[in-house]
């Protein structure tokens, strides 16, 4: 059986949204946010007042590229999407949002090593966001996998069945993790099996007589 893989997709740039606070994501998702009526009643904003750093009566700077990021990642336009994230992030460099959206966009143009390092970015800022940060483990867990790197897969992925563990408000499933440790002991099993008999083949191609004691299996 080999090892399945999931790979993140445009949907998964979207999600990011889910991960918002209720007032952001009606923000992002462009439906009007309930204002208090002194505020409603306070005529047209200005310019200085028309955004909100606390993204809480008017929608801040950083979730409004972080809304046009999705949604030109949503029309397959990921440049376009990381630029603007990009943006969200040097308005908010502690938001761990900016760097985990970025390395989504960059996981699905295949950039694998650009991405670590913006989920790295994203871990590191991550402390106050529980439910960001367990996303950011799961998708470094998965990166390991991808680059074939068992060992290291599977500390990732008991760092993330840790952390899930410890932080019921995460909305993370420990239980997975122990699926995936499970499959990759499967995986490299079957690896070692395979490599046997690809060395009885070639010897036997070969001329010569191959035992398993040949193989030190």
Known sequence: MKLRMVFVSVAALAAGLAMLA???????????????????????KTEVDSYDPDNRL??????????LGNAKATS????????????????????????????EAQLVQGNLSEAEA???QAENVA????????KVLFVLAELKERQKKWDEAKTAWRRYEEYAGNHS????MPASAAARIAAIDEQLKQDDAYA?????????????T????DSGK
């Open 169 to 172: 408000d995460a909305a993370a």
């Open 58 to 67: 008017h929608i801040s700077r950083f979730m409004e590229a972080v809304a």
């Open 210 to 213: 191959w035992s398993p004691k």
């Open 118 to 120: 913006s989920m790295n």
């Open 196 to 208: 046997v008999v690809r060395e009885r083949i070639a010897t036997e191609r070969d001329g010569g």
């Open 22 to 44: 209720p007032s952001e994501s009606s923000f992002a998702a462009g439906a009007p946010a309930k204002q208090p009526k002194a505020v409603a009643d306070a005529g047209p």
């Open 76 to 103: 397959r336009d990921f440049a376009g999407a990381m630029e603007q994230y990009r943006k969200g992030i040097q308005l908010q460099p502690a938001n761990p949002l900016g760097h985990y959206l970025l390395a």
């Open 127 to 134: 402390d106050k966001a529980p439910s960001v940060k367990a």
